[in-house]
């Protein structure tokens, strides 16, 4: 899933990340919802291993521009605001994995 993303600089030098449709849904929500907050990538990553052992069987968020429903299978993203109608639907482990990687990459970002 990853190489479908590609985490860079602005050219104010903030971390951003890209992806040509409809990865750039996923793009969008990182961006925009995840943003570069450590502790907010790192709550997701806790919450999606709390479906992955059975402590929940979902989890749903509105965000300001993307919402996210969860289950131990599947993750959908879908536009509130930014691009209205456009979704995109992952298994539970591409979605762990691009936010794990963006996590990564911020965090070595600020180092």
């Known amino acids: 899933m990853t190489r479908k993303l590609r985490f860079t600089w602005d050219h104010q030098g903030h971390a ?4 040509e449709p409809p ?4 793009a969008g929500y ?5 943003q ?6 790192r709550r997701m990553l806790d919450t999606i291993q709390a479906l992955r052992v059975g402590r929940r069987s979902s989890w749903d968020t509105e965000g300001q ?7 131990r299978a599947r993750a959908a993203i879908v536009s509130e605001y930014a691009v209205p109608g456009r ?5 539970l482990e591409e979605f762990e994995e691009a936010v ?3 996590l990564q990459f911020i965090e070595l970002s600020r180092a």
Not at 16 to 19: D, E, G, S, W
Not at 30 to 34: D, F, I, S
Not at 36 to 41: A, E, K, L
Not at 87 to 91: E, F, G, I, P
């Open 65 to 71: 521009s993307w919402s996210v429903s969860l289950n």
């Open 100 to 102: 794990g990687s963006w």
């Open 87 to 91: 979704s995109l639907d992952l298994t």
């Open 30 to 34: 990182l961006l925009e919802e995840l």
């Open 16 to 19: 951003t990340v890209l992806a």
């Open 23 to 26: 990865h750039d849904v996923l």
């Open 36 to 41: 570069t907050n450590v502790p907010v990538c």
